[in-house]
């Protein structure tokens, strides 16, 4: 029965067209985003698993966390772990900060960042995501109105 309630699902869209210049699609204004708490361990515990590995630190951007974020609110308002409406988050991010290359994980139900980022890193898809050649990453917890945890984590590469 608990493992019903927690669920795992990742989605990924490699590379856009040869012809995109990242110099004209880097955003001219910077979104500041306050994390939470679990929002900065969950940032944490998979740079440190990437160390781990021998991979990279990605660098947290809040123009990512926000749509991370919208995403959220879109799960809490369907009631539905979903990567609906992918392909618009990763245009608008392309066309915000230039990214080439974009994925992200979504979850709920857990408890704790610890716990989440155990489960993705569990999953074959989850694990993928977390280890691919990523510069950037953003993250985004809102609970719904029972207070269950919803998490988007969207990787990007620029």
């Not at 990763?90 to 990214?99: H, K």
């Amino acid at each position: 029965m608990v493992f019903s309630s927690l669920v795992l699902i990742s989605c990924a869209k490699d590379s856009v067209d040869e012809e995109i210049n990242s110099i004209d699609h880097i955003a001219k204004t910077s979104v500041n985003y306050t994390y939470t708490d679990i929002e900065k361990e969950i940032l944490s515990a998979i740079n440190d698993y990437r160390k781990e590995q021998d991979l990279k630190e990605l660098s947290p951007l809040g123009e990512i966390s926000l749509e991370a974020e919208d995403h959220n609110y879109y799960m809490v308002e369907t009631g539905k772990v979903s990567h609906d409406n992918f392909g618009e988050r990763y245009t608008t991010l392309v066309n915000s900060i230039a990214a080439r290359a974009v994925s992200e994980n979504v979850a709920y139900g857990y408890h704790t960042a610890d716990a989440v980022v155990k489960a993705w890193i569990k999953s074959d898809g989850h694990r993928e995501n977390i280890e691919s050649n990523f510069t950037h990453f953003g993250v985004s917890v809102v609970k719904d109105k029972e207070g269950r945890n919803y998490f988007t984590n969207i990787f990007v590469r620029r």
